[in-house]
Nanobody, 122 residues
């Protein structure tokens, strides 16, 4: 079974940066697409990005485009989310998810990590 574990969340000031990690176990990362999502209190879960299986492509939501960057390290079976110029509205629980090699389709995003909290506040 594929398992995902997010880490790296914490408290940062507006304008700061933070890097989240999504560790993949039980399978080789190179065969799986990884999506990043977040959910803020009182809001629907929001898709942020998806990186399809290597070499693949990565897409970003408008809300984070130009500020967030996804990087895959297949050797370490880890996907990173580099977050820059953080804003208070970025405060949320962040999740990674997978389900297959593609970012859409019937098996997409059926496996999720536990989430990691990001708080952007002065």
């Amino acid at each position: 079974q594929v398992h995902l574990v997010e880490s790296g969340g914490g408290l940062v000031q507006p304008g700061g940066s933070l890097t989240l990690s999504c560790g993949v176990s039980g399978a080789s990362l190179e065969y799986y697409a990884i999506g990043w999502f977040r959910q803020a209190p009182g809001k629907e879960r929001e898709g942020l990005s998806c990186a399809s299986s290597s070499p693949g492509t990565t897409t970003y939501a408008d809300a984070v485009k130009g500020r967030f960057t996804v990087s895959r390290d297949n050797r370490q079976n880890t996907v990173y989310l580099y977050m820059n110029n953080l804003k208070s509205e970025d405060t949320a629980v962040y999740y990674c998810a997978t389900g297959g090699p593609y970012c859409s389709g019937p098996n997409a995003f059926d496996t999720w990590g536990q989430g990691t909290q990001v708080i952007v506040s002065s």
